[in-house]
């Protein structure tokens, strides 16, 4: 797996005159975005977690793409004037963690296929290359006969032979960009300004001639019919504007994933690239390979409910319920449990305790109106309970629940508290510290955006620990075992869902890249679009619009013997949209849930056809 990606992007791009005076390379535009976003863009959707951009010429340029992904981290070249490629490549190989990169140059456009290709390539060091583009300014790359890189020139006569051109993407190892790297310290002297397909070389065609190791042998990827186009002076700006920029926007169409708009409260929709991060190599999840996946997935978990200092993430391979048993059942030890139940999820952990037989009551509070705090706290202290527990966005109405008053409350009387955040997790900004939230459970498959198949608890440090020694209620859905197995191990107890997991790992990087904050602006504003038709067609809503989530809206049915929600649902459906029953006992009512990958102008699409549909029926 490749998680980090340098892009060398410090040339002053003189070929380009006045156009890159005041501004770098990168940010011609192309559509909407300048190319070097785009290779951004891409990236992210390749699943590199972490991108690395030396920056030299206008690097206040950077500065301002930096703010807006915040996966990129800078690295300045302050003598960009003075060194070629290779000289700003080595400081930006010193900042690298993994063992393994991608390294680009910053003036490229590319279909992000060349990605998908180096990533899959089994060799550890490996160069991107094309059939002849007859560009005008080609740096022509000479193998032997195993595809081995021996040299590269822009003159074809100084090559033995020519057998592809260099693109500017490559894949290669820490050991080699370090190997890269000494090399160009010992030319400083007579090579002051060595490009880094210059290092590259002369490290492989050493290590072909037996001369250093050799694992410093870079393969060469040929591609014949490549979609890419580096952009050095005006021509090439011309030819890519009008001929391979339209063939990469095709290419990428030709992959794209038929469109289903999922208004159901979960599964959400997913993006292309998190359907895609699901089609990788197989491992064996014992690999410590595949434990540094769901380590890394634990970590930006817990960051995004507290910080991994204090919070603990515990995967389990299941649904989101399968979270609510396990914190109902190893989190409650000898205690006595409150549960609130305002809607189908509180009924539910209701239902799960009493298969347990556990020491519980349940608090019923109507599902249209807030619950009333002050009756809790007092059934709270009068019953003797220990343990608390109550859904965080009850789904069912589309209810937010007063989750951080009477989690605090509970602190301070020192009772455990177990919050079913599942449909609020990722959407809703949540803090388990500053909420006094003890265990809280969510899925892979709603705000965050991911697959279905992943359910996890997040845990307070402390509160973990005190379930140490509790008894051992249920044996797959154990708490404190999954949760210090993995700590031991690496390895998670029962076989994960390894490529739940691989997709889980892309739709944290998209989360990250959104920002949880950004995401619920996004989701309110699909809300609001929804709920200025809903007035439009005096349609009513269960909830009033202050105690809603954003979320989900529960709609009442029209009362017109025409309307059918079957005939809704299949109509919607035959246009990309899926629509979700009520759940209610004492109110007919349908779901729109405006969470997952979706866009506003769907949302718009979509209430054009419900008021197609309503207008209809009379
Ligand atoms: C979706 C959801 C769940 C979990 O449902 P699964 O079908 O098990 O994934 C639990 N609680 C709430 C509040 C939910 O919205």
């Known amino acids: ?64 793409l930096a703010k807006k992904y915040p996966l990129i981290d800078l690295v300045y070249n302050k003598d960009y004037a003075a060194t070629g490629s290779m000289g700003t490549l080595l400081l930006c190989a010193e900042k690298l963690r993994a063992a393994a990169a ?43 006969s195993r595809r081995l890189l021996l040299g590269n020139s822009k003159k074809k006569a100084e090559l033995g032979s020519v057998y592809a051109e260099l693109v500017g993407i490559s894949k290669l ?43 410093f042998a870079i393969g060469i990827r040929k591609i014949e019919y490549y979609a890419w186009r580096e952009i050095d002076d005006e021509s090439h700006y011309e030819m890519a504007r009008r001929e391979i920029y339209p063939r990469i926007l095709e290419n990428e169409e030709i992959r794209a994933v038929k469109r289903e708009v999922l208004l159901n409260p979960g599964p959400a929709t997913t993006s292309d690239s998190v359907k895609y991060a699901q089609v990788a190599a197989d491992i064996c999840p014992r690999e410590k390979e595949f434990g540094e996946v769901m380590e890394w997935i634990c970590g930006e978990l817990s960051d995004m409910v507290g910080g991994r200092d204090r919070i603990k993430t515990v ?73 608390l527990a109550l859904v965080y966005h009850e789904t069912t109405t589309g209810l937010l629940n007063p989750v951080p008053e009477l989690c605090r409350f509970s602190r301070e009387h020192n009772i ?62 154990n708490l404190w075992d999954q949760y210090s197995h993995f700590e031991k191990t690496g390895q998670t107890r029962f076989t994960p869902p390894v490529q739940t997991l691989y997709a889980l790992r892309q739709a944290i990087i998209e989360a990250k890249t959104e920002t949880i904050a950004k995401r619920y602006e996004r989701y309110s504003a699909c809300w609001k679009i929804l709920v200025r038709a809903v007035r439009e067609l005096k349609l009513s809503m ?64 979509f209430t054009v056809f419900l008021a197609e549909y309503m207008k209809g029926l009379h």
């Open 416 to 477: 455990t508290t177990i919050v079913d955040a599942v449909s609020a997790f990722a959407a809703i900004p949540i803090d388990m510290e500053q909420d006094c939230i003890d265990f809280m459970a969510s899925t892979s498959n709603k705000n965050i955006q991911g697959m279905a198949g992943t359910a996890m608890v997040f845990c307070r440090k402390e509160a973990l620990e005190k379930i140490k020694s509790y008894p051992m209620r249920s044996y797959y859905l």
């Open 542 to 605: 269960l909830l009033p619009e202050e105690a809603q989530s954003k979320l989900i809206t529960a709609i009442v049915e029209p009362d017109s013997p025409a309307y059918s929600f079957n005939e809704l649902h299949d109509r919607g459906r035959e246009q990309g949209f899926t629509i979700y029953p009520g759940k209610l006992s004492d109110a007919a009512t349908f779901r729109i849930a405006n969470i997952g990958d979706i866009r506003e102008s769907e949302m718009e699409r």
């Open 173 to 215: 190892e820490k050991d080699t960009l370090d190997a890269m790297s000494a090399y160009c310290r010992a030319h400083a002297e007579d090579q002051p300004t060595m490009e880094y397909e210059a290092a590259m070389s002369a490290l492989s065609r050493a290590a072909v001639e037996g001369k250093t190791g050799k694992k």
């Open 102 to 144: 991608l390294i680009l140059e910053s003036d490229l456009i590319y279909d992000a296929a060349g990605l998908f290709v180096l990533i899959n390539d089994p060799r550890p060091n490996v160069i991107l290359a094309s059939g002849a583009t007859n560009s005008g300014d080609e740096v022509y790359l000479e193998a032997d």
């Open 315 to 387: 995967l389990f391979g299941a649904s989101g319920t399968a979270a609510d048993e396990v914190m109902i059942s190893s989190c409650v030890g000898e205690g006595k449990l409150l549960i609130i139940d305002n809607g189908a999820y509180g009924e539910r952990f209701g239902k799960i305790a009493s298969s347990y037989s556990l020491p519980h009551e349940v608090y019923k509070s109507s599902g249209q109106v807030l619950p009333d705090t002050g009756a809790i706290k007092k059934r709270l202290l009068d019953g003797g309970f220990t343990h």
């Open 1 to 64: 797996m490749i998680r980090e990606a340098v892009i060398m992007a410090a040339g002053l791009g003189t070929r380009l005159k006045e156009r890159t005076t005041f501004m770098p390379k990168g940010f011609l535009r192309l559509g909407e975005l300048p190319i070097v976003e785009w290779s951004v863009q891409k990236l992210i959707a390749a699943g590199i977690e972490r991108i690395i951009i030396g920056t030299g010429h206008c690097s206040e340029w950077y500065e301002e």
